[in-house]
């Protein structure tokens, strides 16, 4: 099967940027035990597909990417290896290897720095696919800033993945269940990651992870009397600390911040990103709800009086800061007063960027057990009314935009990003085509079209 003693290898990566990092990791070990990378899938010795199982969709888009790559295996290269790793492998080892033997073998969140030698030892063997499970039951690994890896992101912008895990008892998510417990990587790990990666040119460091604000505190948890008491960064490390250590790092580059959790927001984080140039005027935190019934069917540590406060503390406390935020409609229990309340407070809130999603009823969660099940056409509709008024917003949000000097990124000719827009999830800065990649530009808004905007 090798040509020329090198073995070949196809990676399919789906799901969310903290499951792209692991296929990274994956590619820089392949590449360090010397195999060639082909981004076809017919020429691959050894296909790896990397999966997602957070929700029901992405669960059903491994499970047809899976069986296609069995499909296609048998016209295309018969004798072509099949590993399934990622979410779908870790949440359903003990059922996987059954349903699917067409498999050759399954690997989990802690074997992605040993795939090589995985790939090495179903070569040698050369046996007939029977599913063989190598997933352990809970994960406890986390990267490193010498990790090996190769980024698939563009040269300009990249994902640093600060810890790995959750804590939170959130009633509706698996994720916990399938990525272990919260597990932070030391600040100076992140910060000679963040300079190895800003000395190659990189111009947008993403932090990543279930919860950037919980960085730090899995050491030192105890000592807070509870989820909502003040983050006193002097017990250890902390997100405010590490985004002051970040900023520090010369050149000239932006710092974003994702995945936040409302429970750990602090006044020294708000005034850390207010006083750090380089940290971008953008939140990503999810709030899921604002009634007080729905946040407490939930479990999200949070009650609407305080998302209320903290969005008022933030806006005041941060300039010009752009907030983004999901919500989920039709959880178990939801009456038509609280997703009027939700509709109400998007209204009030105004936030930049905000999408809604349907409730998904995952097995192995508490919500599953829930009564009073909200019916999938009662769901739909309440998307379809939730979207409807993100969308009207945008429109007004957007005309205001018009006459706007920006500052933005260019990711690709004519196409640039501003504070406002992350990578994948956010709008697009229409931009003049001479513009250089990956460099950073000065542009007007002119014009503005569904939610991309138009400058020159």
Not at 36 to 45: Q, V
Not at 51 to 58: H, L, P
Request: negative net charge; proline residues 5%.
């Amino acid at each position: 099967m090798p040509v020329d003693g090198k073995t070949t290898v196809g990676l399919i990566s789906l799901g969310c940027a903290k499951n792209l990092i692991d296929s990274e990791i994956m590619i820089g070990h392949l590449q360090q035990a010397g195999m060639m990378m082909t981004p076809e899938p017919e020429l691959a010795d050894v296909l790896i597909i990397n999966t997602c199982s957070f929700i029901d969709q992405a669960k059903k888009e491994s499970v047809d990417t899976i069986l296609g790559a069995v499909d296609d295996r048998q016209v295309a290269r018969p004798r072509q290896k099949i590993i399934v790793a990622g979410c779908l492998s870790q949440r359903f080892s003990q059922e996987l290897p059954g349903l699917m033997p067409e498999v050759d073998a399954f690997i989990g969140l802690d074997q992605i720095t040993s795939v090589a030698p995985v790939i090495q030892g179903l070569i040698a063997k050369d046996e007939a696919p029977h599913g063989e499970n190598l997933v352990t039951a809970t994960p406890k690994y986390i990267p490193d800033y010498d990790t090996p890896r190769f980024r698939l992101t563009p040269r300009h912008s990249a994902y640093i993945k600060i810890a790995e895990g959750c804590n939170h008892p959130c009633s509706f998510c698996i994720i916990p269940k399938i990525r272990g417990r919260h597990r932070s990587r030391t600040l100076e790990s992140v910060v000679r990651e963040a300079e190895d990666l800003v000395r190659s040119g990189v111009k947008e460091l993403n932090l990543i992870s279930q919860d950037t604000t919980y960085f730090g505190m899995d050491r030192w948890e105890e000592a807070r009397p509870n989820p909502r008491s003040p983050v006193d960064s002097s017990k250890g490390d902390s997100l405010a600390s590490l985004l002051r250590a970040l900023n520090a790092i010369e050149g000239d580059f932006w710092i974003r911040l994702l995945y936040t959790h409302p429970a750990h927001w602090s006044d020294e984080l708000i005034e850390t990103i207010a006083g750090c140039e380089k940290v971008a005027r953008y939140v990503d935190m999810p709030l899921q709800h604002i009634s007080d019934r729905m946040l407490d069917k939930m479990r999200r540590e949070t009650d609407g009086a305080y998302i209320r406060d903290l969005v008022r503390r933030m806006r005041a406390g941060i300039p010009d800061l752009a907030v983004r935020t999901t919500f989920i409609v039709g959880f178990p229990g939801e009456t038509d007063a609280d997703f009027d309340e939700l509709l109400g407070f998007l209204d009030e809130a105004q936030f930049e960027r905000a999408s809604v999603f349907t409730y998904s009823r995952e097995e192995g969660t508490r919500a599953a057990k829930l009564e009073g099940q909200v019916h999938h056409m009662t769901r739909k509709r309440r998307w379809n009314a939730a979207m409807r008024r993100l969308e009207q917003l945008a429109e007004v949000r957007n005309q205001n935009q018009v006459g706007r000097r920006l500052k933005v990124l260019v990711d690709a000719p004519g196409q640039a990003r501003g504070e406002m827009d992350a990578p994948e999830v956010d709008g697009t800065i229409f931009v003049p085509a001479e513009l250089p990649v990956g460099q950073f530009a000065e542009v007007t808004v002119r014009d503005w079209r569904g939610y991309d905007l138009v400058a020159e």
